[in-house]
């Protein structure tokens, strides 16, 4: 049948009043669509510029006062509308679907399944999807420019395919073969932001490509075959990282390296910075939102003191106009989760063992505040950059708390048992937890809870399976948090004990102690984290020493008394020698 209520496809537990009416309506997943605009090449992109100063504010669009939330589950992929507090709408967009992402610009959904690759508008009548058949589809991404889509396909026997489109009328533009490619280095290329350029892995490093003329190569970047890389537009224009490692065995002795370029308007590398790397076994990078900043994430497979399950961790701070690294300060353990801020000038880490500390730190890496150490592992800020999600999930027990970054206070708590994921809408007034298979195949399901904790609804999908939830994106202005929301948060807080502390005789110091807060506190200029893991046994090793840290030595100096210790014990033993004992001297 063309329709069906939702309700026998998904229950809602506090809402189920409102969704007994709800029709899923269906779109074509085949037959005619519209073929769009003319064939032809797809328009060629701008040259790379770099962003517009801070000064200079962009234009805003109105506020909107829907958000659009995507489903990808077993039976297909599916839509709803969120308002302030409620659900009103839901479509079935597409049957069988194995993937799905949004435009940045919101306008546009791209889905595939077996029949091929979907182009579905976010608003609009159902005649205005276009597709573009193929089957065998196993990898699909899109370029952050909204101009092409490169899909990945394997017929047995035969290397990887790259089919490169154009997502303005979804007709083919070139075919690449990628032999010796591993799928788990998909996706094979990094796109420049604004698709005015496209950087290609080959088994001798990067194939620079040029969208405008077909994707011809136009240079190439020989390095190591690449095993993590990612493409910035930074101030002076564009970035390149790469991160290569060999490893050593079954132990944490495997070298890395990161290296940084510099690339110009016609493509060519130049390189900025390298640096070689010890227990480094994977490589990978963080760029802070404006390019000016990149975390450099070192991994180890395995932990030769046998602390931990997930190998060693270190991560560095690339600062482009230093071309240094810093070693970022962390607790002992492992690194659980590092996200930038959206304006670039700060970010957060959680690290060590639980109960992970976290902590927020400046652009410079120098610690701000401490949120306390907790039981959680995932951090999410959201995209207008006011709250910062913090919660444990995995195998926590999903605790997830909401802090107000502007003032850096708590805003709110709640809970998402068994709960994989966590993401903001848009318009940062709502987020979404989801439980999904393959991590638990049982009791999958979303929940949508206000920007302060408050539950607004659950989505019930036991009778399937749920994949991923996204939200559909948007250009959305800041809001003042409205006037029950601060009669809410008024209610929450608490007023803080007053502990008397004795100090000595005639000393006596009122100190505030606050329930709750689970330690946090602001750091100090120059203070460093309590029980956090040692510098110089932090630093970096394998770096030459023109490349370590300004200010410090290669190696510790050796204490005097040190050595004439050393120097008078092998004295003596080389007295023993002379002299003979044992049996076989005798």
């Not at 049948?1 to 309506?25: A, C, E, H, P, Y």
């Not at 990094?190 to 003329?213: H, I, M, R």
């Not at 400046?362 to 039981?375: H, I, N, T």
Request: net charge positive.
């Amino acid at each position: 049948s063309t329709q069906s209520t939702w309700g026998s496809i998904f229950s809602n537990r506090d809402l189920m009043d409102d969704w007994s009416g709800v029709v899923i309506k269906k779109k074509p997943t085949g037959g005619k669509t519209n073929p769009g605009p003319a064939p032809g090449p797809a328009p060629a992109p701008a040259p790379a510029q770099a962003p517009k100063q801070a000064t200079e504010q962009a234009p805003q669009a109105p506020v909107k006062e829907a958000v659009c939330l995507l489903a990808r589950a077993k039976k297909g992929l599916f839509s709803a509308t969120y308002t302030e507090k409620t659900l009103s709408d839901t479509n079935l967009l597409l049957e069988g679907c194995s993937f799905m992402q949004s435009l940045q610009s919101g306008s546009h959904i791209a889905a595939v399944n077996d029949q091929g690759f979907f182009l579905i508008p976010a608003e609009g009548p159902a005649q205005e999807t276009k597709s573009f058949q193929m089957t065998g589809i196993i990898g699909t991404q899109l370029s952050p420019g909204e101009n092409y889509a490169a899909l990945l396909t394997k017929e047995a026997g035969e290397d990887y395919q790259l089919h490169l489109l154009s997502l303005r009328n979804l007709l083919p533009i070139k075919t690449i073969p990628l032999p010796k490619f591993r799928k788990d280095l998909w996706p094979a290329i990094e796109w420049a932001p604004n698709d005015s350029l496209a950087f290609l892995q080959t088994p001798k490093g990067f194939a620079t490509l040029n969208p405008a003329q077909n994707f011809t190569q136009v240079s190439e970047l020989q390095t190591e075959r690449p095993d993590s890389s990612s493409v910035v537009l930074g101030k002076d224009g564009l970035l390149l990282s790469v991160g290569t490692f060999q490893q050593a065995g079954h132990t944490s002795k495997g070298k890395g390296a990161a290296t940084f370029y510099s690339i110009n308007a016609e493509g060519v590398a130049t390189q900025l910075y390298s640096a070689v790397l010890d227990k480094a076994h994977e490589v990978s990078f963080v760029w802070s939102p404006d390019g000016s900043r990149c975390l450099v994430w070192c991994q180890t497979l395995y932990d030769e003191s046998g602390k931990s399950y997930y190998g060693e961790h270190r991560l560095l701070l690339f600062i482009v106009a230093n071309r240094g690294l810093k070693v970022v300060q962390k607790y002992d353990g492992p690194i659980h989760d590092v996200v930038w801020s959206p304006f670039g000038n700060e970010f957060v880490l959680i690290s060590g063992f639980m109960p992970a500390g976290i902590v927020l730190f400046d652009g410079s890496a120098s610690p701000r505040f401490e949120f306390g150490k907790l039981y959680l592992n995932t951090a999410r800020w959201s995209p207008l950059n006011r709250w910062l999600l913090l919660a444990g999930f995995g195998n926590l027990n999903g605790s997830i708390e909401i802090w107000d970054v502007s003032t850096l206070k708590k805003l709110g708590t709640c809970r998402a048992s068994s709960a994989v994921n966590a993401s903001w809408a848009p318009d940062s007034r709502k987020f979404v937890t989801s439980v999904v298979t393959p991590r638990l195949r049982v009791d999958n399901e979303y929940r949508v809870f206000k920007y302060n904790g408050q539950l607004l609804n659950t989505v019930d999908l036991r009778s399937t399976e749920l994949y991923e939830v996204s939200w559909l994106p948007g250009n959305y202005e800041a809001r003042k948090a409205s006037a029950e929301g601060r009669r809410e948060e008024e209610k929450k807080e608490e007023k803080p004990k007053k502990i008397l502390n004795f100090r000595g005789a005639g000393d006596f110091d009122f100190i505030q102690a606050e329930r709750d807060k689970g330690g946090a506190r602001h750091f100090r200029p120059g203070e460093r984290l309590a029980g956090a893991e040692d510098v110089k046994k932090a630093a970096i090793p394998g770096m030459p020493v023109q490349n370590r840290i300004p200010g410090m030595p290669a190696q510790d100096p050796e204490p005097e008394k040190k050595k004439k210790k050393k120097k008078k014990k092998k004295n003596e033993g080389a007295g023993q020698n002379e002299q003979g004992s044992g049996p076989e001297d005798a």
